[in-house]
């Protein structure tokens, strides 16, 4: 039996990628400040200033694509786990998983317009347009009716002429070709794709060892601040630094409790499949009910962590959470072990990460804190609650799938403002007036709308044609 698809996870994955487009593509300086990262908006003047903390719905985009790839872990990894196949071989596609990523990152950030030209210019936004092109052969998932062969010389014919492409553009400046110059979000999804499959794997089927992996990786990154000690010889050894850093270990902080949540998931989209036709379900009041307790959680850290109304934030907190338990704790259908899971869970991550704020002076995305990792993973917890209930109890099938479809699909709509949307409005003659919208907070941002509105279309667009990219 073919169990049922984790719309939920799909949602969350669009999501994050969505609001990571609209949040670069937003006009800068004329929105308010909570509309861009804590640490780069208007009140430090447009430019990076760690000092400033709390966070804002921009620094929760990363950690949900991150929890989200977590909860990914157990469908196509365990899926494979369960069929028998060897572990060793999970762990040597994680690599090259790993590797395709990295090699992604590369590319795009060497084929974006403005590393091929400054100012931007004709010759270099249709070099993008080549630059997306040539990513379709390399990631597209090909017919599985295709010969193996057939697959392979398609993908290397295009990682050969990608890699003809990056030697002998002609780049802005004196910037030449350089495997340092990438994309970081792309390589720390590298990273996590390999040493988070890779603590998965050693660890299916027994969370409680994965979780305690965790105190190490905390252990190194708290003693690598004593100078001398092998602690900080760690951190910086790397035989590769353009494709590894310890410091990218961080973020499974997110990553592998968000592997027990997608466990969870996964054992509760089987249970609803084998549930009999009439058998119980959650009223429709009490689910609502649930989706806008989560979200209310998500909105009151959102507001309390960055006004710094912080024993506010945390009264109200403890409120919220004491009024979903009494509402889950009504749920009869087959989701009330598992919204009850995620409660305790992201509970128990949210008010540990609300503990630690003080911690490393305050909760920020940028240098990461202890506090930032919890935080956002008890969100991200909360944010699969709500969505289960719209995405996958009550499917709301028309804007969800807003969400859903570039979730499965989520590099295409990472790409393609860069590398597909700005570069057509250009060569259309339209980039002097979408460049002129930055006058007001609204035209700023309908400036981001209009963009990701087109990347989300190309990439739901793509799903609807199942050219996925395999990533």
Request: charge should be positive; glycine fraction near 8%.
């Amino acid at each position: 039996m073919k169990p049922l698809r984790a719309f939920s996870l799909d949602a969350l994955r669009g999501y994050a990628i969505l609001t990571m487009v609209l949040s670069g593509q937003i006009a800068s300086g004329v929105l308010p400040a909570w509309m861009y990262h804590a640490q780069v908006g208007p009140r430090s003047g447009g430019a990076f200033d760690p000092s400033w903390v709390g966070i804002t719905w921009v620094d929760l985009v990363f950690p949900f694509f991150l929890f989200a790839m977590g909860a990914a872990f157990p469908f196509s990894l365990g899926g494979k786990l369960e069929r028998g196949v060897s572990k060793w071989r999970l762990v040597w596609q994680s690599l090259m998983r790993c590797l395709r990523l990295a090699f992604f990152a590369i590319f795009i950030q060497h084929a974006y317009p403005h590393s091929l030209s400054q100012p931007q210019d004709v010759r270099s936004w249709c070099l993008a347009l080549v630059g997306f092109a040539l990513l379709l052969p390399m990631f597209t998932r090909i017919k599985a009716a295709w010969p193996q062969w057939v697959k392979w010389a398609i993908e290397l014919g295009g990682y050969a002429a990608a890699l003809a492409f990056l030697l002998t553009a002609d780049y802005a400046g004196d910037r030449t070709f350089g495997l340092g110059y990438s994309n970081i979000i792309i390589l720390v999804l590298a990273n996590m794709a390999f040493f988070g499959s890779v603590a998965y794997i050693a660890t299916w089927r027994r969370p409680l060892a994965r979780l305690a992996l965790l105190p190490f990786v905390m252990a190194i990154l708290l003693g690598s601040s004593t100078e001398g000690s092998w602690q900080a010889w760690l951190m910086q050894a790397s035989p590769a630094p353009w494709l590894y850093r310890f410091l990218f270990l961080k973020y499974l902080f997110i990553v592998l409790p968000g592997t027990i949540a997608g466990e969870w998931m996964k054992k509760w989209l089987l249970e609803r499949q084998q549930l009999t036709p009439g058998a119980a379900a959650t009223p429709a009041g009490i689910a609502a009910a649930t989706a806008l307790l989560s979200l209310a959680l998500i909105v009151c850290n959102l507001y309390g962590l960055y006004t710094r109304e912080l024993a506010l934030n945390l009264a109200l907190t403890a409120a919220l959470l004491a009024a979903l338990w009494v509402v889950v704790r009504r749920v009869s259908g087959s989701e009330h072990t598992y919204w009850l899971r995620l409660l305790k869970a992201g509970a128990y991550l949210l008010m540990l990460g609300l503990f630690f704020e003080a911690f490393e002076g305050g909760i920020r995305k940028d240098p990461s804190t202890f506090s930032y990792y919890f935080v956002t993973s008890g969100l991200a917890c909360f944010a699969l609650i709500a969505l289960s209930v719209v995405c996958d109890i009550y499917r709301t099938c028309g804007w969800t799938r807003v969400l859903e479809m570039p979730g499965q699909n989520p590099m295409v709509a990472y790409v393609a403002p860069q590398l597909l949307v700005l570069p057509l409005i250009n060569l259309a003659g339209l980039g002097p007036w979408l460049n002129s919208l930055c006058d007001t907070p609204f035209e700023g941002l309908m400036r981001g709308v209009i963009v990701t509105a087109l990347a989300m279309a190309v990439a739901s667009l793509f799903t609807a044609r199942r050219w996925m990219w395999r990533t």
